[in-house]
């Protein structure tokens, strides 16, 4: 059993920046990769990022490539989303995601922070 939980969202003006922080319980999380995603009202969740369980091996979508870093830290059970030059687009709830590849939606999600971008 792993549970998540998502927290670092926010309001901030378009240009800012934010850090959002996933705590996970269980033993096993060294093991998994770790993802997020975000969903915006009328539309599907839609990946951001993901990372390997060793930290190995990054992978983004190309709307956030080059302005958002997945990071994490086995020691802490957390897995961290840095997200600079944020735009109005970005705004969404945002989920933690923990499966056994980077490359497949996981089995395990959080509750979702909210984040908000002002123009």
């Known amino acids: 059993q792993v549970q998540l939980v998502e927290s670092g969202g926010g309001l901030v003006q378009a240009g800012g920046s934010l850090r959002l922080s996933c705590a996970a319980s269980?033993?096993?999380?060294?093991?998994?990769?770790m993802g997020w995603f975000r969903q915006v009202p009328g539309k599907e969740r839609e990946f951001v990022a993901a990372?390997?369980?060793?930290?190995?091996?990054?992978y983004y979508a190309d709307s956030v490539k080059g302005r958002f870093t997945i990071s994490r830290n086995n020691a802490k059970n957390t897995v961290y989303l840095q997200m600079n030059s944020l735009k109005p687009e970005d705004t969404a709830v945002y989920y933690c995601?923990?499966?056994?590849?980077?490359?497949?939606?996981?089995?395990?999600w959080g509750q979702g922070t909210q984040v908000t971008v002002s123009s």
């Open positions: 995601n923990a499966g056994p590849s980077p490359t497949v939606v996981g089995p395990y």
């Open positions: 269980g033993r096993t999380f060294s093991r998994y990769a």
């Open positions: 990372i390997s369980w060793n930290g190995g091996s990054t």
